[in-house]
């Protein structure tokens, strides 16, 4: 009974059944005051098209075969936490703010049949959803997907589909990765090379990074600076915060390509063509890198609203820094041992930049270090764990994406489906006030071998959706059997959204399979 009338991922933390149907239909009318007007166009749009009804709004002497959206700021709930009640006269949405509101329209959404998400008239159904009383809230506040648009790029169609999907999954932090060594993505006025130049590269490899392979011919692209607002403000209204990731001071060959005076020698190089992890990095020895740094941020925060911004500080080698004579000026002028100590001189630095400016530093698990400012968020991502956890229990807030569990980019030979659901982002060894640093859950999808919608809707999911429950489901409300059923029965909606997902052999193949790729090393 309970797959069969609420296949609702992710799965409500409590929901009790009742017997009956509300009828959707063309008497069915919306009351809500004008604070809550926005959520009335957002069903409007989701019914009218498919139902071929017209919603009417607020007829005051209606009583039954209504719709009801109520805010309360006096409601015994979390922020993001709705009640959702369904009779068969009424339906009634309550929360204590408008993001409550939204998670229990997504609800609802999931209730009504799945050819509810059709671009289409669609005749002959009748449009039933089940009675329930359903209360519900997050376990995290930060349940996350990043976009990795460098390697290959993504149009703003692309982006605005992934934050529709994102939305139906109660996901709420978009990561967005804009610059790497194979593409700069985003327009910074005060440097244009970095888009004339450095967006552009003249090849792809193709298979592995051991590839010789090439796709023979150029990629590239980037987001106007409009159109960033726009995904931005988009991403807003389905209450999904933006986190821009700016490469600092590793995964920068492409801004080099552009300005070469920005590395150690000043020597030229192209937009890489082929990945893994390049040594062609920043030179902080030199004071106009970081005038350079400071000045594409202040874009950067001037595009974005979040309190977050992601400078990933991970894989830098520091090679160059050793041989760079301004870099051992710097090392010597300001105490400091050595090469690995000179990066967490750039991450505070640029921390109190960020800071000065009402932001906050996000960076993956390399940096890490004693001397790390306090408010840095660690983004964990591989390596030691240990070592995350000892930070945590100093106090430092983290967002877990265990690669072997999150990296949507994998095959799912070597992450199928159920190995996903059993992640959970919550360090072993962690206990009372120590587990309110676990902000939450991100999942990367890097795209290296990922050219185009297709792949990338194929690797996401239904795995985005396993993460997603984790991420929003408290721990003993979580079962792998129910989200495999009500996957399954989620899969039409899915059509109807035209996702191209991973069939149910595809998710979770065979262990043979899965042992003669452990034993392959591939």
Same mark, same amino acid.
Not at 206 to 235: M, N, W
Not at 472 to 500: C, H, I, P
């Given at each position: 009974?309970?797959?069969?009338?609420?296949?609702? @991922?992710?799965? +409500?933390?409590?929901? #009790?059944?009742?017997?009956?149907?509300?009828?959707?239909?063309?008497?069915?009318?919306?009351?809500?005051?004008?604070?809550?007007?926005?959520?009335?166009?957002?069903?409007?749009?989701?019914?009218?098209?498919?139902?071929?009804?017209?919603?009417?709004?607020?007829?005051?002497?209606?009583?039954?075969?209504?719709?009801?959206?109520?805010?309360?700021?006096?409601? %015994?709930?979390?922020? &993001?936490?709705?009640?959702?009640?369904?009779?068969?006269?009424?339906?009634?949405?309550?929360?204590?703010?408008?993001?409550?509101?939204?998670?229990?329209?997504?609800?609802?959404?999931?209730?009504?049949?799945?050819?509810?998400?059709?671009?289409?008239?669609?005749?002959?159904?009748?449009?039933?959803?089940?009675?329930?009383?359903?209360?519900?809230?997050?376990?995290?506040?930060?349940?996350?997907?990043?976009?990795?648009?460098?390697?290959?790029?993504?149009?703003?169609?692309? /982006?605005?589909?992934?934050?529709?999907?994102?939305?139906?999954?109660?996901?709420?932090?978009?990561?967005?990765?804009?610059?790497?060594?194979?593409?700069?993505?985003?327009?910074?006025?005060?440097?244009?090379?970095?888009?004339?130049?450095?967006?552009?590269?003249?090849?792809?490899?193709?298979?592995?990074?051991?590839?010789?392979?090439?796709?023979?011919?150029?990629?590239?692209?980037?987001?106007?600076? &409009?159109?960033?607002?726009?995904?931005?403000?988009?991403?807003?209204?389905?209450?999904?915060?933006?986190?821009?990731? #700016?490469?600092?001071?590793?995964?920068?060959?492409?801004?080099? %390509?552009?300005?070469?005076?920005?590395?150690?020698?000043?020597?030229?190089?192209?937009?890489?063509?082929?990945?893994? /992890?390049?040594?062609?990095?920043?030179?902080?020895?030199?004071?106009?890198?970081?005038?350079?740094?400071?000045? /594409?941020?202040?874009?950067?925060?001037?595009?974005?609203?979040?309190?977050?911004?992601?400078?990933?500080?991970?894989?830098?080698?520091?090679?160059?820094?050793?041989?760079?004579?301004?870099?051992?000026?710097?090392?010597?002028?300001?105490?400091?041992?050595?090469?690995?100590?000179?990066?967490?001189?750039?991450?505070?630095?640029?921390?109190?930049?960020?800071?000065?400016?009402?932001?906050?530093?996000?960076?993956?698990?390399?940096?890490?270090?004693?001397?790390?400012? +306090?408010? %840095?968020?660690?983004?964990?991502?591989?390596?030691?764990?240990?070592?995350?956890?000892?930070?945590?229990?100093?106090?430092?807030?983290?967002?877990?994406?265990?690669?072997?569990?999150?990296?949507?980019?994998?095959?799912?030979?070597?992450?199928?489906?159920?190995?996903?659901?059993?992640?959970?982002?919550?360090?072993?060894?962690?206990?009372? &006030?120590?587990?309110?640093?676990?902000?939450?859950?991100?999942?990367?999808?890097?795209?290296?071998? @990922?050219?185009?919608?297709?792949?990338? &809707?194929?690797?996401?999911?239904?795995?985005?959706?396993?993460?997603?429950?984790?991420?929003?489901?408290?721990?003993?409300?979580?079962?792998?059997?129910?989200?495999?059923?009500?996957?399954?029965?989620?899969?039409?909606?899915?059509?109807?959204?035209?996702?191209?997902?991973?069939?149910?052999?595809?998710?979770?193949?065979?262990?043979?399979?899965? @042992?003669?790729?452990? @034993?392959?090393?591939?």
């Amino acid at each position: 009974m309970y797959i069969m009338h609420y296949p609702i @991922i992710p799965r +409500p933390n409590k929901l #009790i059944e009742r017997k009956g149907f509300f009828i959707l239909n063309e008497e069915t009318c919306v009351k809500t005051s004008q604070e809550c007007t926005k959520f009335v166009s957002y069903l409007k749009e989701l019914v009218e098209t498919p139902t071929g009804f017209t919603i009417d709004i607020n007829s005051r002497d209606k009583v039954e075969n209504t719709i009801e959206f109520l805010l309360n700021k006096n409601l %015994a709930l979390e922020k &993001e936490g709705y009640h959702l009640n369904i009779t068969e006269d009424k339906i009634v949405i309550k929360a204590r703010e408008s993001v409550g509101l939204f998670y229990g329209m997504q609800t609802l959404r999931q209730l009504l049949p799945p050819e509810i998400e059709s671009n289409s008239p669609i005749e002959d159904i009748e449009w039933k959803i089940p009675c329930v009383s359903i209360e519900d809230y997050p376990r995290f506040k930060w349940r996350g997907h990043m976009l990795d648009v460098c390697r290959h790029f993504f149009g703003v169609d692309v /982006v605005k589909k992934t934050l529709n999907l994102m939305a139906l999954q109660k996901l709420n932090v978009f990561h967005w990765h804009l610059t790497e060594d194979q593409g700069w993505r985003i327009e910074i006025k005060k440097y244009p090379k970095l888009t004339d130049i450095g967006s552009k590269r003249a090849d792809t490899q193709l298979k592995h990074s051991r590839s010789r392979k090439f796709r023979g011919k150029p990629h590239g692209g980037f987001y106007t600076q &409009e159109e960033i607002r726009e995904i931005v403000e988009y991403a807003k209204k389905r209450f999904i915060t933006v986190v821009p990731e #700016i490469e600092i001071p590793g995964h920068s060959q492409a801004a080099i %390509a552009a300005y070469p005076e920005l590395t150690c020698f000043g020597d030229n190089f192209e937009v890489a063509s082929t990945f893994g /992890v390049k040594k062609i990095i920043y030179c902080p020895g030199k004071d106009e890198v970081f005038k350079f740094w400071k000045d /594409v941020l202040t874009e950067v925060m001037n595009l974005f609203p979040s309190e977050v911004i992601h400078i990933g500080g991970d894989e830098v080698p520091k090679d160059r820094w050793q041989e760079c004579p301004d870099c051992q000026k710097l090392i010597k002028e300001k105490n400091l041992k050595n090469e690995e100590d000179l990066q967490v001189y750039v991450t505070n630095t640029m921390a109190s930049f960020l800071a000065e400016n009402g932001r906050r530093l996000m960076g993956w698990n390399e940096i890490l270090d004693e001397g790390l400012e +306090p408010n %840095a968020i660690c983004h964990y991502w591989a390596h030691s764990e240990k070592e995350v956890l000892k930070h945590i229990k100093m106090g430092r807030d983290m967002v877990n994406s265990k690669n072997k569990f999150t990296y949507l980019n994998y095959g799912y030979k070597g992450m199928p489906l159920e190995k996903v659901y059993s992640f959970d982002p919550v360090l072993e060894g962690l206990e009372g &006030e120590e587990l309110k640093h676990v902000l939450g859950l991100e999942t990367p999808l890097w795209t290296e071998w @990922i050219p185009d919608q297709k792949t990338l &809707e194929f690797q996401a999911f239904p795995r985005i959706m396993a993460l997603a429950e984790i991420s929003w489901t408290s721990k003993e409300n979580r079962d792998y059997t129910s989200f495999f059923q009500r996957l399954q029965a989620f899969e039409k909606r899915l059509d109807y959204l035209k996702v191209n997902y991973a069939n149910e052999e595809e998710r979770n193949p065979s262990l043979i399979a899965r @042992i003669r790729k452990l @034993i392959r090393g591939k």
